[in-house]
Each structure stands twice: as C-alpha cells, then as structure tokens.
Nanobody
Framework: QVQLVESGGGSVPAGGSLRLSCVAS????????MGWFRQVPGGEREMVAR???????TYADSVMGRFTISRIQSGSTVSLEMNSLKPEDTAVYYC??????????WGQGTQVTVSS
C-alpha cells in the first residue's frame, strides 16, 4: 500500500510564498514521476508540476517561473516552492505519484488560499 502525505498548505496574501511537501511511503517500485496537481470547486484537476525520475520537470504555463518542483533523490519526497502567488492559484493541491504499469496514487490534498 502506497501512501502520500502532504503538508505546507495555508493562506497567504498575493505576492507571498508557500512551500508544499509530499512524502511517499509503502511498497514503491519502479517510480516514474511525482508531482503536484490542483483543483478548484467545480473544476477539473490540473497538473501544476511534475518531476520524472530522469530528473527532468514539466510545469503548467500558468506557474512557469513562479513555482519550482524538487525531489530528494534518496527518498520519496517531492516539494513545490511557490512564489509570487496569485489569487488564481487558490485551490486544493494534490500530490501525485506514478509507477510503471502504470499505477497512480494521490494524496489527500492540502488547501492553498491566496487573498487579493
């Protein structure tokens, strides 16, 4: 059983910063990627940033240059540094892990609220 535990959400004013972290535990074999998605009420879950085991990363256009994803190679931890936050970044952020198969896992979500 794989578990993803997120931390670091909260409320900040526009222009502020937050750092999200996600720790994966359990029987993880052949990891492909870890990343972050977000979802607003009534909306679809969208990819924010993803890091592959190759070390490459991909970002949504809306966060490019403001958010940075990083992963600790020695463990199954991924972080998302979010700077210059905007009210439109307000959402529930979910950690995501994909292993070859493929099989996908999700965290429980953490709320990020950016006030104008």
């Amino acid at each position: 059983q794989v578990q993803l535990v997120e931390s670091g959400g909260g409320s900040v004013p526009a222009g502020g910063s937050l750092r999200l972290s996600c720790v994966a535990s359990g029987r993880i074999f052949s990891m492909y990627a870890m990343g972050w998605f977000r979802q607003v009420p009534g909306g679809e879950r969208e990819m924010v940033a993803r890091m592959y085991t190759s070390g490459s990363a991909t970002y949504a256009d809306s966060v490019m240059g403001r958010f940075t994803i990083s992963r600790i190679q020695s463990g199954s931890t991924v972080s998302l540094e979010m700077n210059s936050l905007k009210p439109e970044d307000t959402a529930v952020y979910y950690c995501n892990l994909i292993i070859y198969g493929p099989t996908e896992y999700w965290g429980q979500g953490t709320q990020v609220t950016v006030s104008s």
